[in-house]
T-cell receptor
Framework: KNEVEQSPQNLTAQEGEFITINCSYSVGISALHWLQQHPGGGIVSLFMLSSGKKKHGRLIATINIQEKHSSLHITASHPRDSAVYIC????????????FGQGTRLTINP | DAGITQSPRHKVTETGTPVTLRCHQT?????MYWYRQDPGHGLRLIHY???????DKGEVSDGYSVSRSKTEDFLLTLESATSSQTSVYFC??????????????FGEGSRLTVL
């Protein structure tokens, strides 16, 4: 079993819908990252969380340390949000390394 | 955008040849990482560096070596490339680690094909 599991693996929605992507992990962590990768490759950091909730524009990330779970929400989704969203955790055991989820491929249709 | 560049961006080489990928940053960040990304595996850490001349192995380090002689440059070397090393390689940097960690910044990726 992977230490970091994302769901769903693929998600297709219509423009304007509220999107939720989930990340569950099984190890102790010091921080959790949400990343975005558009077709063509570039990876962009969206959030780094160690507790609570962060918001940036239409994106909201939450984390529940006790439940070992994080969610990424997108409000008023737009076709330009189509990308792969990746969850990564900084584990307590592994010095200076991240464990990545497999990613969630999001497609927003106009 | 963070100042992080990878070179070359694309390379095709033959089995058995040496290959060096370069990651250059202008942010003066302490931590630098090399990852490979393959379908079905996500991003996997090859090697990382926590300072000049301070490096350590990641989960898929076999067949790879690294060097960091200056803060700004982190080199990944495939001494004798194999077809299993065909992948997209990403360099990343971060200023700090742990609960106080800041953002991760990624390079644009280097696509390596080993024939």
């Amino acid at each position: 079993k992977n230490e970091v599991e994302q769901s769903p693996q693929n998600l297709t929605a219509q423009e304007g819908e509220f999107i939720t992507i989930n990340c569950s992990y099984s190890v102790g962590i010091s921080a959790l990252h949400w990343l975005q990768q558009h077709p063509g490759g570039g990876i962009v950091s969206l959030f780094m969380l160690s507790s609570g909730k962060k918001k940036h524009g239409r994106l909201i990330a939450t984390i529940n340390i006790q439940e070992k779970h994080s969610s990424l929400h997108i409000t008023a989704s737009h076709p330009r949000d189509s990308a792969v969203y990746i969850c990564a955790v900084a584990t307590l055991q592994g010095a200076q390394k991240l464990v990545f989820g497999q990613g969630t491929r999001l497609t927003i249709n106009p | 955008d963070a100042g992080i560049t990878q070179s070359p961006r694309h390379k095709v080489t033959e089995t058995g040849t040496p290959v060096t990928l370069r990651c250059h940053q202008t942010e003066n960040h302490r931590y630098m990482y090399w990852y490979r990304q393959d379908p079905g595996h996500g991003l996997r850490l090859i090697h990382y560096s926590y300072g000049v001349k301070d490096t350590d192995k990641g989960e898929v380090s076999d067949g790879y070596s690294v060097s960091r002689s200056k803060t700004e440059d982190f080199l990944l070397t495939l001494e004798s490339a194999t077809s299993s090393q065909t992948s997209v390689y990403f360099c990343a940097i971060s200023e700090s680690w742990g609960p106080s960690a800041g953002e991760l910044f990624f390079g644009e990726g280097s696509r390596l094909t080993v024939l």
